[in-house]
Each structure stands twice: as structure tokens, then as C-alpha cells.
């Protein structure tokens, strides 16, 4: 489990080192070339930040998540959660890239990689499970306040009108990064992918929007639906990653929109995606600071209770 951790961690980290190092090359490298005189070997990584740049940081931030999914929730939760997001969004965006429903009509330039069809790079499908996973993990643990029964391990499981509002505030933190990250993903000098048809949201149509709701709410729905009658509760460290994450993903998007002068996109992403993803991670750390404070006061209260209410355990060579 150390290893995973490990590798975890390493992967994280290298997802945002990758993230930063992208955003050096195409906001301050791409727009004054006689920067790389001034660094050793310059004019090589650049070519290798414009070539595989995007595709290190999406990689890497999958496998950050997966190691962080399989070893939290087990690898029924983590696989039933992977699948289903990585091959719907893919099938919406094959979708998509051939009809135009239900995002709009858009394709698919270079930079993120082998693209499936011709026509969806691999990569894209992997941002959708991360993003998604650490979306959907922000709402359902903000959302949940289940609480222990009696003084013993044993958790409620989440009502069903709760389960559909984390799928909900899920899909809609999901959605928030991607109407930042849009904009500017689409209209700087190096774009990733074009619209169409441009639509009347700084560029994007609004039904880019209802397509990326409807297909987070799908893929999350099924978890749900799985993970139903087995209760899920994250402590607040283990909430940590999922929160870095969102953070530093929804901080590569916004530095991209504010250079390219979208503040107005920024903002309402701050509203509806990173403000409420925020107000999860507090809640879920204030709550366990408030079970601890309860669990340290009834102990001093009664000292021998931490002894009979110890639950039991079997365990097995």
C-alpha cells in the first residue's frame, strides 16, 4: 500500500508540474520565442511541451486518480466508476465529433494525442473519468451527512434524494471546468479544438453545456446506483487528492481564460464549480473535526466507554 501511495503521490505531482509547464510554454513561451535563449536546451523542450505536453498531464493525472480510487474506495468501486465514465464520454464525443449531438459541432486538432476514429484523442476520455471521479467524490462527500450510529462504525447509507443531488452537483462542477477551460482551449494561438459553428457563449454553443451535464449525470448515476448499499465515506485527508485535483485543473483552466481575456467565463466558474467544490472539502473537514471534538468530550465524560464500544473485528490468517 506504500508503494501505491508512492506512486500516487508521484503522479500527482507530476500531473501539475505538467500542467505548469504547459502553461509556461503557451502563455509565455509562445508569445516571446527570445525567452528560450535564456534556458538550456529551450528550443527542445518546448517542441516536447507543444508535442506531448497535454497528453503527459491527462496520463498522468488518470493514473494519479485510479492508484487514489483503487486504493480508497476498492477496486470494485474504483472500476465500476472508470468503465462507465470512460466509455460513455467516449461514445459522446464520438458522438459529438461526427453529428454534433449533443455538444455542438467541434473537432479535435493536435496536441492530446492518438486519436480514436480519427476523430476523439484517447487522452479525453481519461479527463472525463478523473475530472469526474474527483467532481462526483467533492459533491457526494459534501453532501453527505451521514452520521455514525451510536458509538459504533456503522454508517447510514446515503437517501436517494441525496444520491441524485451529488450526481447533480457532480456533473455541474464537472461541467464548470470545462466552460473555463473552453473558451480558451479553442481560440488561443495553438488551439486544441474548434467550433463549427462558434455559439453566443464566448464561443461555445450552450448546448456544449447540457451535453456535458447529461453525460456526467449518466456516468455518475450508475456509480450511484452500484455503490447504493455500500456506504462511502471519506475522511478528510483522503478527500485531499480529489480537491488538489479539481483545484489544480480548474487553476490551469482559468489562468487560460483570463490570458486570453475571458474573465467573464472565469467568474461564473468560480460561482458554480470551484466555490461549491471548496464549501465541500470545508464541510467534510469540519465535520470530522466535530466528530472528534464529540468522540474526545464523551470520553472524558465517561473513560471507559472507548472500551465498550470498541467494535469487534474476525479476521483470518
Known amino acids: 500500500m506504500k508503494q501505491l501511495m508512492l506512486a500516487e503521490r508521484i503522479c500527482l505531482i507530476g500531473h501539475l508540474v505538467s500542467m505548469a509547464f504547459g502553461l509556461a510554454g503557451l502563455l509565455l513561451v509562445m508569445p516571446h520565442p527570445e525567452f528560450l535563449s535564456h534556458v538550456p536546451a529551450g528550443q527542445t523542450m518546448f517542441r516536447w511541451s507543444m508535442a506531448g505536453g497535454g497528453v503527459v498531464y491527462i496520463v498522468l493525472g488518470a493514473i494519479a486518480v485510479a492508484l487514489y480510487a483503487y486504493r480508497t474506495l476498492g477496486l ?13 464520454s467516449l461514445g459522446s464525443e464520438l458522438l459529438g465529433t461526427s453529428t454534433g449531438f449533443p455538444f455542438g459541432n467541434y473537432s479535435y486538432l493536435s496536441g492530446l494525442g ?39 462504525d456503522v454508517l447510514r447509507p446515503m437517501t436517494w434524494w441525496r444520491q441524485i443531488a451529488a450526481v447533480l452537483l457532480g456533473a455541474v462542477l464537472l461541467t464548470s471546468w470545462d466552460f473555463v477551460l473552453d473558451p480558451a482551449m479553442s481560440q488561443t494561438a495553438m488551439p486544441f479544438w474548434y467550433w463549427h459553428e462558434p455559439g453566443a457563449f464566448f464561443g461555445m454553443p450552450y448546448q456544449n453545456f447540457a451535453g456535458w451535464t447529461a453525460t456526467g449525470c449518466i456516468f455518475m448515476a450508475i456509480a450511484a446506483v452500484i455503490w447504493f448499499r455500500q456506504p462511502i465515506r471519506l475522511t478528510a485527508a483522503q ?3 480529489p480537491f488538489t485535483v479539481y483545484v489544480g485543473n480548474f487553476t490551469f483552466a482559468m489562468v487560460m481564460s483570463l490570458a486570453a481575456g475571458f474573465w467573464q467565463p472565469v467568474l461564473l466558474g468560480i460561482v458554480v464549480g470551484l466555490g461549491p467544490a ?27 466507554s472507548d472500551l465498550s464500544s470498541t467494535p469487534v473485528g474476525v479476521s483470518s490468517k
Open 76 to 88: 470494485r468501486n474504483w472500476l465500476t466508476f472508470m468503465l462507465p465514465a470512460v466509455f460513455l
Open 239 to 241: 478527500l485531499d487528492l
Open 114 to 152: 492518438y486519436k480514436i476514429s480519427g476523430l476523439v484523442p484517447f487522452t479525453i476520455p481519461l479527463s472525463w473519468f478523473y475530472l469526474g471521479l474527483a467532481s462526483y467524490l467533492l459533491a457526494r462527500t459534501g453532501l453527505d451527512s451521514v452520521e455514525r450510529l451510536q458509538s459504533t
Open 278 to 304: 471548496a464549501l465541500c472539502w470545508n464541510r467534510a473537514k469540519s465535520i470530522e473535526a466535530q466528530g472528534a471534538i464529540a468522540s474526545r468530550t464523551s470520553m472524558m465524560d465517561d473513560p471507559m
